[in-house]
């Protein structure tokens, strides 16, 4: 029954037909697009679809990309353990948004890059770029290996599939579109991918209703086992979620990624206008939104209906991560298909990620490490090198799926990366984007002083696991059960099956105080502490003397809304014709950037 326990129905043949469909649908754009590109070789399309792009595709894409199968998997049980508090990071999209799109957009569109970590090379210096490239492939790899586990896992539970055989599954698809069709096919696949996604939050949310007599209940049960607890205004930065560690931590954390992770940056630099790539950032941030909305009330509709059995406590479920699969064969195994939507939602969610993540780690080796060595290639040699990169680092992803399954739960352990390794890279491009003091031995050595700083808090997180008083895990029952064992407790609280918090005798001072800081701020210390040391750093080795620093290197007041359209009549107004004149194109950055210049500016004056 509903509810109460016990072992559920796997998948009906109805449910592979529809799964098998739609994962052959993703491949089968990934093929359209080969085909439709076979006459267009260049890098430059196979890598950014030609920029030709536009906002709303890209916008899905983004989206996509980073809500993945961890997000359809992984915020229901974040919402059903420690209530609604994630539906905050609603904000954190907000301003993480509006930085991407009004800081760092402009500064990437305009310098034309098509690696993020050109600009380290423009700014400091070649070895700077190499590391911020090498950090950005072990992130890369660590991050879709828990992406690649995360819906195998869910498989595994459901149909009773080899684990290893859905990794090996998931790995092959990616590789088949990404090398064959590129960025078009990554991001029109991700289109698909989206609507999958939300499909099959909207079936369950749907199917719960009916169940539990409608939304208002679902609410109300949720309300009364304390899941609408939001606002928690404690500022104990150990605590694990409050207002301020996701305000703060989270919008940090979310910059880290989108700001300059080449996977999120390569999408908005496709796209064929300045316009086009700030309006993609802000459809994203509403599609974020609306996936995080619909997580979160997936797993308050899941408290509701195990409100009397917690199937981890009772022993149906071996991890948390497995609670929404549990759910989805237990409420909608009557309605045959069904089920395989939900679980396609899953992996939709994963092929997106894995294969934006291997066409961005082609796109760094290949601008990054090869042609600075191999200047002479041919168009036909680069792109058989491009495909064979991509089946290169297919393969090593699903090997870090491996990895994945050691590190517990598959979102935070997913976070925890992106704040331990992105946050010092944040900090370094501020650094060189905001002062024009930093030079490059100040930024290399405020850098590993981050990453030390960083990976010291986290890995001691992942060893000596917070006490459930800073993860303020709620209460659960078993009462409610049909098979309750004897020996099942009838109430307790949440304990992770995954890392267990060791006796407090064996725990090092740091365990309750250092290594127990939220994981969300581990993005903002990172960032801090790069700053901080590179500046000093930089103004002992002589950064205050520097000079003849490109500009273009550099934020501009004039790249953001508020500032472009602020006293239009003192704007020097540049024809399309006189443009051209300057070898300058109408869609260029560069000339969209001239039109809002001053008379007094520098490049105005020389002209």
């Given amino acids: 029954m509903v509810g109460n326990g016990g072992p559920v129905a796997t998948f009906s043949v109805w449910d592979y037909v529809v799964f098998a469909g739609i994962i052959l649908a993703a491949a089968g754009i990934g093929l359209f697009q080969a085909i439709r590109s076979r006459k267009e070789n260049s890098s430059d399309e196979f890598l950014l679809g030609g920029r030709q792009m536009t906002a709303l595709p890209v916008a899905m894409s983004l989206t996509a990309s980073f809500m993945s199968g961890i997000t359809v998997i992984g915020t229901p049980a974040e919402a059903y353990r420690y209530g609604a508090s994630f539906w905050l990071f609603a904000f954190s999209y907000s301003i993480m948004s509006a930085v991407t799109a009004e800081v760092f957009v402009p500064l990437f569109y305009r310098l034309g890059i098509t690696s993020t970590y050109e600009y380290l090379e423009l700014r400091f210096s070649r070895p700077l770029r190499l590391i911020g490239t090498s950090m950005y492939i072990v992130q890369t790899a660590l991050y879709t290996g828990l992406v690649i586990y995360a819906p195998a896992l ?231 090198m491009n495909m064979g990169l991509s089946v290169f680092f297919g393969a090593l992803c699903i090997g870090m799926a491996g990895v994945a399954s050691l590190m517990g739960s598959v979102l935070q352990a997913a976070l925890s990366i992106f704040g331990m390794i992105s946050g010092p890279l944040l900090g370094l491009y501020l650094l060189g984007m905001l002062f024009r003091t930093s030079n490059s031995i100040g930024g290399i050595t405020g850098m590993i002083i981050g990453l030390v700083m960083t990976l010291w808090v986290g890995i001691g997180g992942q060893i000596y696991p917070p006490t459930a008083d800073k993860t303020n895990p709620l209460p659960v029952t078993t009462i409610g059960c049909n098979n309750t064992s004897q020996n099942s407790p009838t109430t307790a609280p949440w304990t992770s099956p995954v890392t267990l918090t060791p006796p407090s005798d064996d725990r090092p001072p740091l365990a309750d105080s250092w290594y127990s800081l939220s994981y969300l701020y581990l993005a903002l210390l990172g960032v801090l502490t790069t700053m901080a040391a590179g500046l000093l750093v930089s103004m002992i080795t002589g950064g205050c003397k520097q000079e003849n620093l490109d500009s273009d290197l550099f934020v501009r007041m004039s790249d953001m809304i508020c500032f472009s359209w602020c006293n239009k009549s003192e704007v020097l107004d540049i024809t399309e014709k006189d443009a051209k004149d300057f070898h300058f194109q109408a869609d260029n950055p560069t000339f969209t950037d001239f039109n809002v210049m001053s008379k007094d500016d520098e490049k105005v004056t020389k002209i």
């Fill in 154 to 384: 869910a498989l595994n539970q459901i149909t009773g599939l080899d684990l290893w055989g859905v990794l090996v599954a998931t790995g092959a698809v990616c590789i088949i579109y990404c090398t064959l069709g590129g960025l078009k096919a990554v991001i029109w696949t991700d289109v698909l991918q989206m609507v999958i996604m939300l499909a099959g939050f909207v079936a369950v949310i749907a199917r719960g209703a009916v169940l539990q007599g409608g939304l208002t209940n679902i609410w109300e049960d949720a309300g009364q086992g304390g899941r609408l607890e939001v606002f928690d205004f404690d500022p104990d930065p150990l605590k694990r979620h409050t207002f301020w560690t996701i305000i703060i931590g989270g919008s940090v954390m979310w910059a880290s990624i989108y700001s300059i992770n080449q996977s999120q940056v390569q999408r908005y630099i496709s796209c064929k206008t300045l316009g086009h790539a700030k309006m993609s950032l802000y459809l994203n941030m509403v599609g974020l939104w609306l996936t995080v909305s619909l997580a979160m009330l997936s797993g308050l509709t899941m408290f509701s209906i195990y409100k009397n059995c917690d199937p981890l406590t009772n022993g149906d479920v071996g991890t948390t991560d497995q609670l929404l699969p549990y759910l989805v064969m237990d409420i909608l195994e009557a309605y045959p298909g069904v089920p395989g939507l939900f679980v396609a939602a899953a992996y939709s969610g994963t092929l997106s990620t894995v294969s934006s993540s291997i066409n961005a780690l082609v796109a760094v080796t290949v601008e990054d490490f090869i042609f600075p060595v191999c200047k002479n290639l041919t168009e036909k040699q680069v792109k058989w």
